[in-house]
Structures are given as structure tokens and as C-alpha cells.
């Protein structure tokens, strides 16, 4: 097994055991990053240079007898919509095209205290809006298990660079499935995290009620320790909850014993793959065996989640994106008369169609004698929806789903018709609603070759309860690993 | 529901192509119709989670981004400020 193939987990053991260097696993990495990338395109930007300086750092303070972190020397991606100082991030638009921040996000922060090795900037659907990495201004990122196919979205990049061995480890956005949908697609593991547990601060904001950052890898361990350096409370982000974490990798014990599994019927309707519910079910009877028993609960209003979710998420979108003016940062127009003509000529040419599509449609649903009929009756939902899940959770431990109602789709499938690509969500959105945490493991195979996804939904700040069942289902089906056809 | 598309591009500052105006027309239209299936409720709605609240932190003054750093990024610079078009007359 190449280097670039391996999980942080034993990579970092390989680093102690002074079994490799850090420059070695970064060279390995870039090296499959030159054979592929051609083909899959994860990334908008490559910090080659970069990545070599921060090994050699690494490698330094091994030699030096320093004591190293679980992430150090570890090639990490990282969405284009996280700030990287002094390292374009685009949000793979063409609004930022030039956009270099003079700040790093707290999570990058953290990553470098953390001595990881950042590799790359992931391409991403435009704004962080899409299902399938398709609205990148940039480039159209393929899916590592086979190429006709899109690796889901909207951190495509993000995935598609952990299962093609491009990076051991990435960093998405979830705003309504944007990790696990791509966790799915692409056959590795993401988690949304609970809302407020990771810091907003250097996030381009697509949803501030929504948005979370979080980790995607090869291996639930990988998952749990990038988790734990990102977690925590940041004063810079007046969301992030206060309270201590510890160290989720450390405590993991892959253990179900007595774990009531909720089994919602509203996820396993007419609208999802047969195959899905199949290939979900046997993984749950996996859970049974072991010790776990399940529970039917009922979430009656998922069927409204969709609507709610795209107008509360519009509606702050059309309010943040307010800032693209062409007057501090990014693209500007060359013609214009006045200033009005000014802010919109840039945004009209600097925004793509799907992003133009959800700021009217937030502006639509915030404007003058629409916001009761919409809005407000959003922010309804959103508390039904919150007081089910309570309720559920009342019943059962953990609540296991379809990451997704198919697998992935063929490139342009999708594109002519904002409602279908819509539906890809419809198994996430409720729980960016709610801000529950939920991990998507690789549950099988379909028949046309490409992995499904299981989902775990949990209480608020359960994420150690995920790890712990998302790791005793990956111990029972032998582990997860990069894209066959990505193999060194 | 019928989308006033004009009006609402005006609104949120953008302007729509003369070839895909009927497109975007509809596709609204569309994401309107899906939205108004959602049943109509009683009550409020609570804009913060009770469990959770934020903690704001003081209003004091510290360091920040230097002026040339924030201002590297902007398209038209001049004497350390952002340059628009003249907005009074």
C-alpha cells in the first residue's frame, strides 16, 4: 500500500515510529495528486510548495525529539471557501476569483497549530449552492469511482480528494447535506457537526443559521481526531457554543450494546432507491447482531423540509451575498456608470445562474408582504421539525437513514432542473434544521458500481455517540479505503 | 404564484439577461409552488436556541488587520480608501 492510500491514524504511528517522513507522505500525496487530478479535478488551487515546507517542519521537530500531534504531517484539503491567508479562496466563483485573505478561518488556524499539512484548496458548487460540484465557476470535479459521474456537492472537491487518495483528509461546509452528500457519493466518511461546535470565523457565509464546518476521511478514526483539533468554543464566532470537549478519537469505543436504533419510515418512502433501503436496512441488521435493537419513530413532517430549508437558507444567502458589490473585494465590472450600475453589473457578472437563482428567491421570500406567507412560516417548520426530532430521540439513541435517495448521478443529469437536483437533499436538510450532528458511513455498492451511504443522526452534541456506532459498523464491514480504480 | 422577476432582480441588485428571463421566470415559479406546499401553523417562532444562547464578547478595542492588508483585496484603491463612483452631487 502507497503512503497517499493510508489513514491518518497509521500514518501518524508510521511518523513516531520514525517508519517514514513527513516529506515523504506529502511527496506521495502530491505524486498521486500529478497522476490524477487531470482526470478528477478536486482542487482550485495546489499548495505544493507549501505542503513541502510545512513536511520539512515536521520532520524538524521529529528529529528534535519534539512530541507531535495526531495531524501533524498529514496532507489535509481544505474547501475553497474557508480563508486561507495569503492562499486564494474562491468559493469557485467567479466574484473571488482573485480573492487572497489577509486571515486564516479559526479552523485553519487550528489545523496549522496542529502542524497538518495543508495541500489544496477543494473545489466546491459556486457559494457552497448545488448537490453536485457542477456550479463551480472553475472546473467540473468527477467522481473517483467513475468519472461520468458527479461526486456530489457541494464539497465535491472535498471528497472526491480523500477517496481518490489525493489528500488523507479534507475540510467541507454542510449547509443542508454539503458533506455527507459527498461523503456518500464518493464512498468515504463525513460529518456535519453539531451546530455551534465548530467556528464559523473565516467561513464565506452562505447560511449563518445553518452552515457548519466539517471533517471528511478514509476511516471513522480519521474523522473523530480532525474533529477534535477543529472543535470548540471561538470568541470570534458569537455562535459557537460554550462548552469543553475531549478528545472524541481517544474515547471511541465501537461499542452498541444496547444502542436503540431509530428507524424513521418517512426515509425509506416511494422516493428512495430500492437498492438504498436494501443496502441501509442490511447495514442496521449489521448493528442488530452486535447488540443494538431498533426502534420505528416518525418524523411526519420531513416531507416540508425541503421548502422550509430552501427559504430559510435563501434568505440568508440573499442577505450575506449583499457584500459581492465589486467595492472591497473580488471581480468588478469595467463598464459603469454610476454606482448602482456598478453593484449590478459585477454581481450579474459575477455570480453564476444557481446563485442568482437563490438570492432572488430569498430576496423574494424577506420582501414587502411575503414574509408571513414564507419565511416566517419557514421558521415554523423549522421548530416542528426540531420538536419531532425530540421527540424521537425521546423513543431511541440514534436515528439511522439514507444519506441520499440514489446514488451518484451522471454529469448534467441534473443541471436543467433546479428541483431535482434539489431532492438529492432531501435525507440531510432536516438535520442542518434542527443543527444535529450526523455522520455518513459507506454502507455498499449499487448495481451500477458506486458506493451508498448510511447516515446517523444524533441528539445535539452526540458526536461521541456517532463515533462510536459509525465505528462499530465500519469494523463489521472490514473498513473503507480509497476508490478502487484511485489504488496506488 | 406569479413572480414579479424584474422587480425582484432589482431588489436584490442584478440584472437578468433578455434570453433567460422566461427561464428563470419559471424555474422560480417552480421553487415557489414546492415552497407553498408547506402547511400553515399557529404561534411564533423563537429566532435563537434557548439552550444554547450566544455569548457576544465586550465591545473593546484591540489590534486588527493592518489598512494595507484589508485594502489588497479591494478592486480601486487611493489614499488608503476604497474608490466608488462620485455618489453625491
Known amino acids: ?131 453536485s460540484c457542477e456550479t463551480s465557476y472553475f472546473k467540473k470535479t468527477k467522481n473517483p469511482w467513475n468519472s461520468e459521474y458527479v461526486p456530489g456537492g457541494s464539497s465535491g472537491g472535498s471528497a472526491s480528494s480523500v477517496s481518490a487518495g489525493e489528500a488523507v483528509l479534507a475540510l467541507g461546509s454542510d449547509t443542508g447535506g454539503s458533506i455527507r452528500l459527498p461523503a456518500s457519493y464518493c464512498g468515504v466518511v463525513g460529518l ?120 430559510i437558507s435563501s434568505a440568508e444567502a440573499s442577505s450575506n451575498l449583499a457584500r459581492f458589490d465589486g467595492v472591497k473585494y473580488g471581480y468588478r465590472t469595467e463598464k459603469y456608470t454610476n454606482l448602482l450600475d456598478l453593484y449590478e453589473k459585477t454581481r450579474s457578472e459575477g455570480f453564476g445562474d444557481e446563485v442568482k437563482r437563490r438570492i432572488m428567491l430569498g430576496t423574494f421570500v424577506l420582501s414587502s408582504g411575503f414574509y408571513d406567507a414564507y419565511y416566517k412560516r419557514a421558521k415554523q417548520m423549522q421548530q416542528k421539525i426540531s420538536a419531532e426530532y425530540a421527540l424521537a430521540y425521546s423513543q431511541c439513541d440514534v436515528i439511522l437513514t439514507p444519506t441520499s435517495p440514489s446514488t451518484a448521478f451522471k454529469i448534467g443529469e441534473r443541471t436543467d432542473d433546479p428541483l431535482k437536483m434539489y431532492a438529492a437533499d432531501i435525507c440531510t436538510v432536516t438535520v442542518n434544521i434542527a443543527g444535529l450532528p450526523a455522520i455518513s458511513v459507506p454502507c455498499g455498492i449499487a448495481s451500477n458500481g458506486l458506493p451508498i451511504g448510511l447516515q446517523m443522526i444524533g441528539p445535539k452534541f452526540s458526536e461521541q455517540l456517532l463515533f462510536d456506532v459509525a465505528g462499530c459498523f465500519e469494523n463489521l464491514c472490514g473498513g473503507f479505503g480509497v476508490a478502487p480504480a484511485m489504488k496506488g | 404564484m406569479q413572480v ?86
Open chain 1, 192 to 311: 456535519k457537526p453539531t451546530y455551534g461546535s465548530v467556528s464559523r470565523y473565516g467561513l464565506v457565509a452562505f447560511a449563518s443559521s445553518l452552515d457548519q464546518i466539517g471533517p471528511l476521511g478514509r476511516s471513522v478514526q480519521d474523522v473523530a481526531t480532525l474533529y477534535s483539533t477543529i472543535c470548540g468554543r471561538d470568541p470570534m464566532d458569537a455562535t459557537s457554543a460554550v462548552r469543553e470537549y475531549g478528545d472524541f478519537a481517544g474515547k471511541m469505543n465501537r461499542s452498541v450494546k444496547g444502542l436503540r436504533i431509530g428507524v424513521p419510515k418517512e426515509y425509506f418512502g416511494d422516493g428512495v432507491d430500492p437498492e438504498i433501503k436494501t443496502a441501509v436496512m442490511s447495514g442496521i441488521d449489521l448493528l442488530v447482531k452486535e447488540g443494538a435493537q431498533t426502534v420505528p419513530v416518525s418524523l411526519p413532517s420531513t416531507d416540508y423540509a425541503l421548502s422550509a430549508y430552501y427559504i
Open chain 1, 1 to 131: 500500500m502507497e503512503l497517499f492510500e493510508m489513514t491518518a491514524a497509521s500514518l501518524s504511528e508510521k511518523l513516531r515510529k520514525k517508519e517514514c517522513s513527513a516529506v515523504e507522505i506529502t511527496r506521495s500525496t502530491l505524486g498521486q495528486i500529478s497522476n490524477t487530478e487531470k482526470q478528477i479535478g478536486s482542487f482550485v488551487t495546489v499548495c505544493e510548495e507549501r505542503a513541502m515546507q510545512k513536511a520539512e517542519e515536521v520532520d524538524r521537530k521529529i528529529a528534535a525529539g519534539e512530541t507531535i500531534s495526531p495531524l501533524a504531517g498529514i496532507p489535509i484539503g481544505v474547501k475553497d471557501n474557508i480563508c486561507t491567508k495569503d492562499v486564494l479562496t474562491t468559493c469557485s466563483s467567479k466574484m473571488l476569483y482573485n480573492f487572497v485573505p489577509p486571515y486564516n478561518a479559526t479552523v485553519v488556524d487550528r489545523l496549522e497549530q496542529a502542524d497538518a499539512v495543508i495541500i489544496g484548496k477543494c473545489n466546491m458548487d459556486e457559494y457552497a449552492m448545488g448537490s
Open chain 2, 4 to 89: 414579479d422577476i424584474l422587480h425582484i432582480a432589482k431588489l436584490a441588485r442584478l440584472s437578468i439577461e433578455e434570453e433567460k428571463m422566461e427561464k428563470f421566470q419559471k424555474e422560480m415559479e417552480n421553487i415557489v409552488a414546492m415552497c407553498e406546499k408547506m402547511p400553515l401553523m399557529e404561534g411564533d417562532y423563537t429566532a435563537v436556541d434557548p439552550s444554547h444562547p450566544m455569548e457576544l464578547r465586550k465591545d473593546e478595542v484591540r489590534p486588527s488587520l493592518k489598512r494595507e492588508d484589508v485594502l489588497k483585496n479591494a478592486p480601486q484603491t487611493q489614499a488608503g480608501c476604497v474608490v466608488v463612483p462620485k455618489i453625491v452631487e
